[in-house]
């Protein structure tokens, strides 16, 4: 299985800062996704972070608010920019395309935005 | 559009009793389905996919296309089994199982 490193675990931020969460796997991997699951809700997939390229958004989700890098097959980052209490979530980094073509995901970021 | 349903949002049982987690799903294709669980302080992990056709720590999950439905079972229930579950749909084009649609979650309590 991959071991997935995603930091910060939690943080609380003020409203109209941006915040970067880092994930970053012990082997490459094909694909690397995004999630949030807001409170009460489902996990819901915000983008496929594409290494090289730019990141391809779910409907609803845009680059301006979540600007997401994949510098390599091992890392990558996703931002929460110009932040309100709306965007308090857990985010999830999940990576795919190991031998057993199972999914799997990281510990989570918690957000809150006060 | 793809969805998953998990009508229950808590679910108790007691030791030794049967468990079902219901999760039904819209899917205009031939969907793969999942069940993903998380306990306490870990992170998701799946715990089986209907292409597998396996059974994993007792729990086992008929697809059924009839009835759009994916529930996981368990004959006799666990204090272990106590945590949160979730049903999960991939319908990418190409089968990819990655880029995952996921139900609600129930959280299953297990008494002694």
């Known amino acids: 299985s991959a071991v997935i490193s995603q930091k910060p675990s939690r943080d609380i931020c003020q409203r109209g800062t941006s915040l970067t969460i880092q994930c970053q796997v012990d082997?490459?991997?094909?694909?690397m996704f995004w999630y949030r699951q807001q409170p009460g809700q489902s996990l819901t997939l915000i983008a496929t972070?594409?290494?090289?390229?730019?990141?391809?958004?779910e409907s609803g989700f845009v680059i301006d608010k979540f600007p997401i890098s994949r510098p390599n097959l091992t890392f990558s980052t996703l931002t929460v920019s110009n932040m309100s209490p709306e965007d308090s979530s857990i985010y999830l980094c999940?990576?795919?395309?190991?031998?057993?073509?199972?999914?799997?995901f990281g510990q989570g970021t918690r957000l809150t935005v006060v | 559009a793809q969805r998953v349903t998990q009508p229950e949002k808590l679910l108790s049982v007691f030791k030794g009793a049967p468990v079902e987690l219901k999760c039904n799903y819209s899917y205009s294709g031939s969907p793969e389905l999942f069940w993903y669980v998380q306990y306490s302080r870990q992170r998701l992990q799946l715990l089986l996919r209907h292409i597998s056709r396996e059974s994993i720590k007792g729990f086992t999950a008929d697809l059924n296309k009839g009835e759009t439905s994916f529930h996981l079972k368990k004959p006799f229930a666990q204090e272990e089994d106590s945590a949160m579950y979730y049903c999960a749909l991939s319908g990418e084009s190409g089968g990819s199982n990655y880029k995952l649609t996921f139900g609600k979650g129930t959280l299953l309590t297990v008494n002694p």
């Open positions: 999940s990576v795919a395309g190991l031998m057993n073509t199972e999914a799997f």
């Open positions: 972070a594409n290494q090289g390229s730019e990141a391809t958004y």
């Open positions: 082997s490459q991997v094909t694909m």
